[in-house]
């Protein structure tokens, strides 16, 4: 099979939503690896935090491993690369990144997407205005003492620097979205060459 996973890995706020919506628009079935946790604690009744969503995260890699959410989506990640191309929204972890890559070697693509601290907290706080409705909580805010505490969370805990270190493709989002949107469109096209 030909198919590619193309899988986003970035912290909160960078712009990995922004990449997801583009390749999902060329026909890219959609899996957000962080799903599971946001549809178990939806089913808990409890709220979506940081405080109510770590626990969840950190049960699952306990029984899993560090693999966890690669594992748990790949019944997913399976069945829409029958169909044709995926992408993964929200790559964690190292041992994730190993794992997609046995199983899927070369037609594993990783694009991760840069944003420096204090542009990505600003776009979290300003993300409470801008998307009122959201049910799949794909546009989420933070205050930056959220974000912060998430971020050192996953760079300390899940080993997210290693797979942004070894993507095939880079994204700095400093600026607009128009030259957001100008550098996905280069990087979807060399990944169709």
């Known amino acids: 099979m030909n198919n590619k996973l193309v899988c986003i890995v970035g912290l909160t706020g960078s712009g990995k939503s922004e990449v997801?919506?583009?390749?999902?628009?060329?026909?890219?079935?959609?899996?957000?690896f962080g799903q599971i946790t946001l549809d178990e604690v939806r089913a808990k009744g409890l709220e979506p935090t940081e405080e109510n969503e770590r626990p969840i995260r950190e049960k699952n890699r306990k029984e899993h491993g560090p693999a966890a959410y690669a594992i748990l989506n790949m019944p997913k990640f399976e069945a829409g690369l029958v169909k044709g191309n995926v992408i993964g929204d929200g790559l964690y972890s190292w041992s994730e990144y190993k794992y997609l890559k046995d199983k899927f070697g070369e037609n594993l693509i990783i694009i991760a997407v840069y944003s420096s601290p204090e542009t990505r907290y600003a776009r979290l706080a300003d993300r409470r205005s801008?998307?009122?409705?959201?049910?799949?909580?794909?546009?989420?805010?933070?205050?930056?003492?959220?974000?912060?505490?998430?971020?050192?969370?996953?760079?300390?805990?899940?080993?997210?620097?290693?797979?942004?270190?070894?993507?095939?493709?880079?994204?700095?989002?400093?600026?607009?979205?128009?030259?957001?949107k100008s550098q996905i469109k280069d990087i979807y096209q060399r990944i169709n060459e």
């Open 20 to 32: 997801a919506d583009f390749f999902v628009n060329q026909g890219y079935t959609y899996v957000r």
């Open 130 to 180: 801008r998307y009122v409705e959201d049910d799949k909580m794909k546009y989420r805010s933070f205050s930056p003492e959220e974000a912060k505490s998430r971020d050192y969370a996953e760079i300390e805990h899940i080993e997210k620097a290693g797979p942004i270190a070894m993507a095939d493709y880079t994204i700095l989002n400093e600026g607009s979205l128009v030259e957001l």
